[in-house]
């Protein structure tokens, strides 16, 4: 787990935590959260606004603008990428604020099997 947390780094990512100078590994719905020194786990994968700047799952993606737009869909967890069909989104990214928000499915089988906060929740 701790390499792919490095490996995260090395694309760019930032730690994941939960909105406080002291949370900053909190969000453990993801590998930038807390790592393990495991070599085999826990198998997670990286979380919704990582994906979405790495630009994963890109066809998967959909945009939504509460002040002035409405949004429908389903959301899917990114361990279901390959069986997705139609409008099925991945990450939601939630705009019109001060911040953007990245809505998810943290679907809990799979490659994302050993997420360890908010399984099979919206995140």
Request: aromatic share 8%; with cysteine; glycine share 14%.
């Amino acid at each position: 787990a701790i390499h792919m947390h490095q490996v995260g780094h090395n694309l760019g990512l930032m730690h994941s935590g939960e909105g406080c100078a002291e949370c900053e590994y909190d969000d453990m719905t993801g590998m930038m959260g807390s790592s393990h020194t495991y070599d085999d786990g826990p198998l997670k994968c990286f979380n919704n606004p990582k994906t979405w700047q790495l630009g994963w799952f890109s066809d998967r993606h959909a945009t939504a603008t509460p002040l002035s737009l409405e949004w429908s869909g389903r959301l899917v967890g990114s361990a279901e990428y390959l069986s997705a069909a139609g409008d099925d989104v991945i990450v939601l990214k939630v705009e019109g604020h001060s911040e953007d928000f990245y809505v998810g499915l943290n679907r809990q089988i799979g490659i994302n099997a050993g997420t360890e906060e908010a399984g099979d929740k919206v995140t």
